[in-house]
């Protein structure tokens, strides 16, 4: 089961978004085109606690005291267990429900409220029956009556219903230990099998055990300065015993908790180097594939939200990151916003992944989902150069390139440049750009070209060393005519792009 349509409102920039997600769907476009607030609210919609210290008044669009609305619909149905008189009924459900509005009163018998009211529940499969909830019959046929309150998202739900894994550019360190850490839960379980083990063994088992951990130590003890050693632990176990204090020393670890000082490492020769000092990058890919293992061993399918995955990390790695993605998406679902072409540049072809490009046009942010049939150009949209283009006004040779050759094969039906140049006469543009052609002879003749012509001759004939090169402003201005070019040949030929 995956997210099928996400609907965000009144959340930041965001006045109203409706996106449909794919097994992998990248988000890209320039900075504060609302990458991360697309992430972030759907990172809100699976938070299950502490929202309200998340939350800000900024969050809020343009400051109003309209509520932040974050819908999320699945494309299968999950089951909710709710509690029916002594027994427990499970409510089919697709779908997640946020809604976050500013206090208007005081909370009655509180001294300090909460500056936010959330309302957050699993959505049914069905409209509602009335304006209370949802009505389903028993097996009595008497009538079971739930109301949004009995979904809200603390109630358990089955294994369909993915957990979500969330990275932000502040990466949360989850190979690290402290609350609510993988890790930690990892650590805690080891320790518990552990401490059941030991006490299924002998005591001659156990003394066994205790020795061997004194031994350890010891030995460790020996490659100190062992007299600086005894001389500060006697000194601070007379002064306890003063105080009826005995039997404290130095430990190198708990013998009843034996994986609690763990860490997950990476060898180098005879060295232990932890995980977070080999970059966040890296520690980035080890976390999201340690994850990923947990959730297997549980048969929980991932929601992977990652916020620019390519900080901090060398090309190699991005292209190494982008391809585990690509493979783990068949069976869990990923959301990442990038800036990266690492990213991007070998997903274009793939139908299961959605490239989202987000723009901000009259303050409005609005997203172009380019597999929809109506982006791009070409009949192989979107291509690299589009995706540049169109997410970061960035004109390229690419696309240059693309635009040129499109024109002539498909278009004029001709590879010579005086022709294609008259057709771009007749649509209105100027041949003023002079042109010195190079001979096989090494003699040179002189032509006046169009800027687009101009900029492919320059383009595909380095070897031609006469002619100045184009500026950016003018590659920009080439690509932007083509672009109206093959608008207008397309409003002619009543096609659409």
């Known amino acids: 089961m995956k997210i099928k349509t996400v609907k965000i409102s009144k959340f930041r920039a965001i006045d109203h978004l409706e996106i449909n997600l794919k097994d992998l769907s990248l988000l890209i476009g320039n900075n504060g085109t609302g990458k991360t607030s697309i992430i972030e609210a759907i990172n809100y919609c699976f938070s299950k606690s502490f929202l309200t210290s998340k939350i800000k008044y900024t969050d809020f669009y343009n ?44 909370t009655a018998g509180k001294f300090l409220s909460d500056p936010f009211v959330i309302t957050h529940y699993y959505t049914p499969n069905k409209p509602k029956d009335n304006d209370k909830g949802w009505e389903y019959k028993r097996g009595t046929n008497s009538i ?15 294994s369909s219903y993915p957990v979500c894994v969330y990275l932000s550019k502040n990466r949360d360190r ?13 650590i805690d379980d080891f320790n518990w099998k552990f401490a059941r083990k030991i006490k299924e063994e002998t005591e001659d088992g156990y003394k066994n055990f205790i020795s061997n951990k004194k031994g350890y130590e010891d030995a460790i003890f020996e490659r100190i300065d062992k007299e600086t050693y005894k001389k500060i632990f006697k000194s601070l176990g007379d002064i ?17 908790a034996p994986f609690s000082e763990a860490f997950i490492s990476q060898k180098h020769s005879d060295l232990d180097l932890p995980i977070s000092q080999l970059g966040s990058g890296m520690e980035m890919i080890v976390s999201l594939m340690f994850l990923d293992v947990l959730a297997s061993q549980s048969n929980n399918k991932l929601l ?27 069976d869990n679902q990923v959301v990442l916003s990038t800036h990266s072409p690492y990213f991007y540049k070998n997903c ?36 690299w150069g589009e995706i540049n283009y169109y997410a970061y006004n960035l004109p390229t040779v690419e696309f240059h390139n693309e635009l040129y050759g499109y024109i002539q094969s498909d278009i004029l039906n001709t590879d010579n440049t005086t022709k294609t140049d008259e057709e771009f006469l007749k649509g209105g543009c100027q041949v003023n750009y002079p042109w010195i052609k190079q001979n096989n002879n090494n003699t040179t003749t002189n032509q006046c070209l169009t800027l687009m012509s101009y900029i492919r001759h320059y383009i595909h004939h380095p070897e031609n060393r006469h002619n100045k090169k184009y500026t950016d402003k003018e590659l920009k201005e080439s690509i932007e005519w083509m672009i109206q070019f093959i608008n207008q040949n397309n409003k002619k030929q009543n096609k659409t792009p």
Not at 144 to 158: A, M, N, T, W, Y
Not at 349 to 357: F, G, K, M, S
Not at 362 to 372: A, V
């Open 63 to 106: 400051g109003c005291n309209e509520p932040i609305k974050i819908e999320i619909l699945f494309d299968g149905d999950f089951g909710v267990d709710v509690v029916d008189g002594y027994t427990t009924r499970q409510i089919p459900c697709n779908g997640v429900y946020l809604e976050i509005k500013k206090r208007e009163k005081a």
């Open 144 to 158: 079971f009556k739930i109301s949004e309150r009995h979904l809200g998202v603390q109630q358990p739900v089955d």
């Open 174 to 186: 989850q190979l690290g230990k402290g609350f609510g850490s993988s890790m930690t839960d990892i």
């Open 240 to 256: 306890l015993e003063e105080y009826k204090i005995y039997d404290v020393g130095l430990s190198l670890f708990n013998a009843n």
């Open 304 to 330: 992977i939200l990652i916020d620019e995955p390519e900080l901090h990390l060398h090309p190699i790695y991005q292209e190494i990151l982008i391809k585990y993605l690509i493979s783990r998406s068949k």
């Open 348 to 383: 274009l072809d793939n139908q299961c992944i959605q490239l989202l490009v987000s723009k901000k046009e009259s303050d409005l942010i609005k997203i172009e989902e380019t597999q929809d049939g109506n982006f791009g150009l070409f009949p192989w949209s979107p291509s």
